[in-house]
Nanobody, 112 residues
Framework: QVQLVESGGGLVQPGGSLRLSCAVS????????VAWYRQAPGKQRDMVAE???????IYADSVKGRFTFSRDNTKNTVYLQMNSLKPEDTAVYYCTYGQIFWGQGTQVTVSS
């Protein structure tokens, strides 16, 4: 079993920033298998950021240059730094381990 707990969501104005955290516990082999997804109302859940097996981050085109995916192996935690937020970034953000285990999600709302 793997447990993932997201935090850091909230309400922010367009152009603002948020940092999401995902604490991972349980039987994990590598934090490289943890990825960020998001789901807006009425839409499918889409990948936001993930890592290659070599640890290189991959981003959805819509967030490239604005979001940064990082991890702290000493804390078993991954992060998603989100800058220059736009209203279209509004969604529930989830972290997932191998797309098998999912966190409960954290709401991000970008609105003036």
């Amino acid at each position: 079993q793997v447990q993932l707990v997201e935090s850091g969501g909230g309400l922010v104005q367009p152009g603002g920033s948020l940092r999401l955290s995902c604490a991972v516990s349980g039987s994990i082999s590598s934090l490289l298998r943890v990825a960020w997804y998001r789901q807006a109302p009425g839409k499918q859940r889409d990948m936001v950021a993930e890592s290659t097996s070599g640890g290189i981050p991959i981003y959805a085109d819509s967030v490239k240059g604005r979001f940064t995916f990082s991890r702290d192996n000493t804390k078993n935690t991954v992060y998603l730094q989100m800058n220059s937020l736009k209203p279209e970034d509004t969604a529930v953000y989830y972290c997932t381990y191998g797309q098998i285990f999912w966190g409960q999600g954290t709401q991000v709302t970008v609105s003036s």
